[in-house]
């Protein structure tokens, strides 16, 4: 994924491990807890590590969008570029490392990038905006005991 001028970055540091932070991002059947705005997700195919490679969404009143997702899981990074729907779809990345500030492997600085689709509503990008979604996937995640 080329990084455009319209790809919007936010970090955040979450009070979990960089690999607890991961293995809820990537697992699809999770979204529909911390996602605003999404109605459904179905996972249409599947990697040979058994994360989603294909997923369909369901979003906001109307937007229907299918999304590809490729992993690294050694930098603890997964990204997404639209199949289906690309003037509703969005495409971005998720990145979790160790947070320098604290000498503890218990504390993730996440960083997310997002681009949305031209055809979105103003109501649709404020669901979309990425500082929202990064507070509503941590606060999920602390809301969870620690895995």
Sequence with gaps: ?????????VTASIPR?????????VDASLLGAWLPGLRRAT????????????VHFEFAASRNYTLLYTYDHELFE???EPRMGK????????????????????????TYGLEQGAA???AEAELGDPGL???AFASW???????
């Design 78 to 80: 997964v990204r997404w």
């Design 17 to 25: 491990g960089a690999d607890e932070c991961w293995r809820a991002l």
């Design 133 to 135: 979604i990064v507070a």
């Design 120 to 122: 979105r509503t103003d």
């Design 1 to 9: 994924m080329t990084e455009s001028s319209t790809l919007r970055k």
């Design 87 to 110: 003037r509703d779809a969005v495409r971005g990345f998720a990145r979790f490392e160790v947070d320098p500030a604290y000498s503890d492997e218990l504390h993730t600085v996440m």
């Design 141 to 147: 995640l602390t809301s969870r005991p620690r895995r």
């Design 43 to 54: 996972v249409i195919a599947l990697d040979a590590n058994g994360h989603a490679a294909e």
